[in-house]
C-alpha cells in the first residue's frame, strides 16, 4: 500500500535560520508531489509541485525552495527563515484525490 | 483566478440528524471536485471525487452533489454521529496538476 513519510513532525526555529522538511513515498513510482503550507484556521496554500526528479513548479514566490533528488523524495528548504513562515506544512501525492503525509507543525521565532 | 467559498461558521447538529455542507465555486468549472476531512493536527483525507459530468455521488453515508449551473457542491453526511465531527474541505482540479482547496468547514456532532 501507499504511504507518506514527513519530517520533523514538529520544529522551532528562530528567524534567520536555515529549514529542511523531507516527504518520502513508498509503495508508488514517479508519483505527482506536492508541499502546501495551512495556516491557522486557513486553507491549503500550494506551494510547489513536482511531476519528475529535478522538476519543480513554484506556485508563491518568498523565500522557500523545493527539490526532487529521487523519485519518491520531496524537500522543502530555505536559507533564511521568516516570522511569515509559520505554518502547518504538508506533503501530498496523486492528482486527483490527494495522499497527505502527517504534516510538520513549523514555529519560527 | 478560481476561488473556493466554503461556510466559515461552523455548523453544530444533534447526532443522528443530516449535516449538509456547501462548496461554491468562482470562473470555470473544475474537471473534478474532492472533499476531504481533517481532524486537528493531522494532514487531510481525501473522502470523495465527483466529476463534472456526474451529478451525484455515494459511499456508505457521504454523498456528494455537483451543481455546473450554480457551480456549487453539497456534501452530506447521514445519520450523522459524534465521530464525524471535523474540518470538511472542498477542493478542486482543473484538469492540470493544480489543486486548489477552500478553507474548510467545522461540523460538531452533539451526542
Given at each position: 500500500s501507499q504511504t507518506i513519510h514527513q519530517w520533523p513532525a514538529t520544529l522551532v526555529q528562530p528567524v534567520g535560520s536555515p529549514l529542511s522538511l523531507e516527504c518520502t513515498v513508498e509503495g508508488t513510482s514517479n508519483p505527482n508531489l506536492y508541499w502546501y503550507r495551512q495556516a491557522a484556521g486557513r486553507g491549503l496554500q500550494l506551494l510547489f509541485y513536482s511531476v519528475g526528479i529535478g522538476q519543480i513548479s513554484s506556485e508563491v514566490p518568498q523565500n522557500l525552495s523545493a527539490s526532487r533528488p529521487q523519485d519518491r523524495q520531496f524537500i522543502l528548504s530555505s536559507k533564511k527563515l521568516l516570522l511569515s513562515d509559520s505554518g502547518f506544512y504538508l506533503c501530498a501525492w496523486g492528482r486527483p484525490g490527494q495522499i497527505f503525509g502527517p504534516g510538520t507543525r513549523l514555529t519560527v521565532l | 483566478s478560481q476561488k473556493i467559498e466554503q461556510n466559515s461558521e461552523a455548523l453544530n447538529i444533534q447526532e443522528g440528524k443530516t449535516a449538509t455542507l456547501t462548496c461554491n465555486y468562482t470562473n470555470y468549472s473544475p474537471a473534478y471536485l474532492q472533499w476531504y476531512r481533517?481532524?486537528?493536527?493531522?494532514?487531510p483525507v481525501f473522502l470523495l471525487l465527483i466529476r463534472e459530468n456526474e451529478k451525484e455521488k455515494r459511499k456508505e453515508r457521504l454523498k456528494v452533489t455537483f451543481d455546473t449551473t450554480?457551480?456549487?457542491?453539497?456534501?452530506?453526511?447521514?445519520a450523522s454521529q459524534p465521530a464525524d465531527s471535523a474540518t470538511y474541505l472542498c477542493a478542486l482540479n482543473t484538469g492540470g496538476f493544480k489543486t486548489i482547496f477552500g478553507a474548510g468547514t467545522r461540523l460538531f456532532v452533539k451526542a
Open positions: - | 481533517q481532524d486537528p493536527g493531522r494532514g450554480l457551480k456549487q457542491s453539497l456534501f452530506h453526511i447521514t
